[in-house]
């Protein structure tokens, strides 16, 4: 599913545990750190050209949405003043849903509330 939601909304999702950034819960915790990636420059400056190619991922875990994807893109559309992002439920490559931790065991596809 693709779906269209405010960024807003998804820095208050829980984020996947990163060795980088311990002790994050949320989105917005980890953004700090993801803004200091050797390619987040050029990220920035693409999406200011061209947008967001590519949606973000998001599952849910125990009823409760996380961005497993995309945390860099989200950081960059805070700082490129954007308000809205595309989501998808699963992974881009189709090849990689076999590997994709969020796609076994307890995760769900996302819905939003309506």
């Known amino acids: 599913m693709l779906g269209i939601i405010a960024v807003a909304d998804v ?4 984020t ?4 980088d950034t311990p002790d994050c819960l ?13 390619h987040y420059a050029d990220l920035l400056d693409e999406i200011r050209a061209d947008g967001i190619a590519l949606p973000i991922m998001i599952r849910t875990l125990n009823g ?5 994807d995309g945390h860099h893109r ?8 954007l308000t809205h992002l ?17 796609m076994r065991d307890d995760w769900r596809p996302y819905r939003p509330a309506t």
């Open 11 to 14: 820095l208050d999702m829980l």
């Open 16 to 19: 996947p545990d990163d060795d």
């Open 26 to 38: 949320y989105v917005r915790d980890v953004l700090p750190h993801k803004r200091t990636s050797e």
């Open 64 to 68: 409760r949405p996380w961005l497993v």
């Open 74 to 81: 989200v950081a960059a559309a805070l700082d490129a003043g």
């Open 86 to 102: 595309v989501w998808s439920d699963l992974p881009l490559e189709i090849e990689d849903h076999q590997f994709n931790y969020a």
